[in-house]
């Protein structure tokens, strides 16, 4: 919504006062701080988690290659001695019988060698399938984590486009609605504002409604005149604040201009007021107050003279 739509639907009885705005921006940067916060708790835990997933599976994967080469050397063993068996069965059909029971013996010895040699290698087997599901489970796991971690980064992401957003959406209102100019005008002198009933403060939209009138810087400019000339301690607020309005007031009022008076000018008694000074070299000694032009009206400028 632009400024003028803001305008049109103003209702004095339900509007939102300055404060009530302030608390509101301030909220919105807090959450906002609040969820990036988190997001990047986030992060930092999931590398952590990573990092650790990542050791422990090296160290799981080391085991289970050590364990492999045992089991390669085991059946190499197997294998010697199967051919050994077979040597010793081709020597007993060749031997008398008490070679015959050395080498039953001794068959019998490397049956039960076998056998042990058989059982260790199916326990080393079973052992490396289960290391290998358990590095299946974690990595399905590590996998189920990363994916979480990056839709909560995704996610993240997306409120970080909408904080961008609102941010800019906050910058655009503020400059459609002149809320610095309402800020530096709420920050004026309370003597002031009590003596300068022509805009009405009460909330920002009373504000733009009453000190967008032509007549405000016409008053302005005679009011700045006796402040300076009493030597008001605010006078320069004030005059910040009056070129403030001035430009805002040149986005709707294009004839609206400020003279160029400037020190050294030949003082020009249709485009300048002297203040301080007297008329002897009808110079300008110093410009306290620069005055302006709105088609055939001019302010004049606030000057001293010497």
Known sequence: MNRQEIINNYD??????????????????????????????AIEKRDKTIANLEKKL?????????????????????????????ELKDLVENK?????????????????????????????????????KQY?????????????????IEAYEQIEDEKNNIEADL?????EIHYELYEQYCNLPSDFRNEFTYIVPINIFAFLQTSGRERI????????????????PWVEDL??????????????????KRLETKEGDDY??????????????RRVADVLFLGYKQDNMTKESLVEVK
């Open 268 to 281: 020009n008694s249709k485009e300048m007021i002297s203040i301080k000074g007297e008329l002897i070299q």
């Open 96 to 132: 008398n019988n008490s070679e015959l029971v050395s080498l039953k013996k001794a068959l019998e010895g490397k049956k039960i060698e076998l056998k042990n040699e058989q059982e260790a290698h199916s326990k080393l087997k079973t052992d490396c399938e289960e290391k290998e």
């Open 217 to 232: 810087l016409q008053e302005l400019h005679t009011f700045i005149h006796g402040a300076i000339t009493n030597n008001q």
């Open 58 to 86: 090296n160290e799981e994967q080391g085991v289970v290659n050590r364990q492999i080469e045992g089991i390669r050397s085991k059946t190499d063993k197997i294998g010697l001695i199967e051919e050994v068996l077979k």
């Open 239 to 256: 005059k910040s604040f009056f070129d403030l309005l001035f430009k805002a007031s040149q986005t709707y009022n294009p004839s609206l």
């Open 12 to 41: 004095e009885n339900q509007i939102l006062s300055k404060e009530e705005y302030e608390q509101y921006f301030n909220e919105c940067e807090e959450t906002i701080r609040s969820i990036k916060l988190h997001a990047i708790k």
């Open 136 to 152: 299946d489970d974690n990595k399905r796991e590590w996998e189920q984590k990363e994916k979480a971690l990056n839709e909560r």
């Open 171 to 175: 910058k655009n209102l503020r400059e």
